[in-house]
């Protein structure tokens, strides 16, 4: 069998706008426009190059950037984002269902955040900070919440620089993510999906034998990655 195909991703939304009395903690009177999607940056696992959609001079619609987004979603076995399965996915399909598209089929899914809050007791579990403390990079710095506003003003300038800005999160989340993925417990099976002995958080086969463990009932059989550096149980053996 092929290997899965693995996307990486991140999305970048308007925000909503509305009219409000005051401030501060305010209640919404009435929404002038809600959010949507202003770009998503993807790449494939083992693959080089980081693509971006976006809805550079389309007025707010996203329809368009949907469908694709839709149809790499449905392409994927497995897919991988930060906060990915609270806000990236749910807001992609808040927006598929809004536009009237059919579901993408079956996807298994990694949250780096959730795996971060796990797995440690890190300082801070945002994706640029840990960047930054497992020393894979950062975020690029920008002009904060006017870049926002500069896209969806359709401001060349600020087109510009959400791009680069969304294409660096996904290259940082693919970092953290392999610095994260030996320490995985539960991962989608990489082996399984290729139909093939190995380790099951990367597929590799390059693996041996590292002792046995115990558990209640059964005595099972740990490997050890040679190519991600994981571990791993099989049932033993008689």
């Known amino acids: 069998m092929s290997k899965p195909k693995v996307l990486l991703f991140d999305i970048e939304t308007a925000p909503n706008l509305a009219y409000v009395w005051g401030k501060y903690e305010q209640d919404v009177i009435a929404f002038e426009s809600e959010w949507y999607i202003l770009s998503v940056a993807y790449k494939w696992l083992g693959e080089k190059e980081v693509h971006c959609l976006t809805i550079e001079g389309k007025e707010g619609n996203d329809k368009k950037l949907c469908k694709k987004l839709r149809n790499l979603f449905d392409e994927a076995d497995v897919l991988i984002a930060h906060n990915g399965d609270a806000f990236d996915i749910k ?68 087109w510009e620089l959400l ?50 463990r115990a558990n209640s009932s059964t005595m099972q059989q740990q490997w050890e990655c040679k190519s991600c550096g994981g571990y791993y149980l099989t049932r033993l053996k008689k």
């Open 91 to 158: 807001k992609a399909k808040a927006r598929f269902v809004f536009h009237g598209l059919k579901p993408p089929s079956q996807f298994a899914t990694v949250d780096t955040c959730k795996i971060a809050k796990r797995y440690f007791n890190f300082n801070s579990n945002r994706l640029n900070d840990l960047g930054i403390y497992l020393k894979v990079g950062q975020k690029i710095k920008h002009t904060g919440f006017d870049l926002w506003l500069g896209c969806m003003q359709d401001n060349k300038n600020s």
């Open 163 to 212: 791009k680069k800005y969304n294409k660096q999160d996904v290259l940082l989340l693919e970092r953290v993510y392999e610095k994260l993925l030996p320490w995985m417990e539960r991962h989608p099976n990489m082996a399984l999906l290729q139909d093939k002995q190995g380790c099951p958080k990367c597929g590799s086969e390059k693996v041996r034998k590292d002792g046995v």
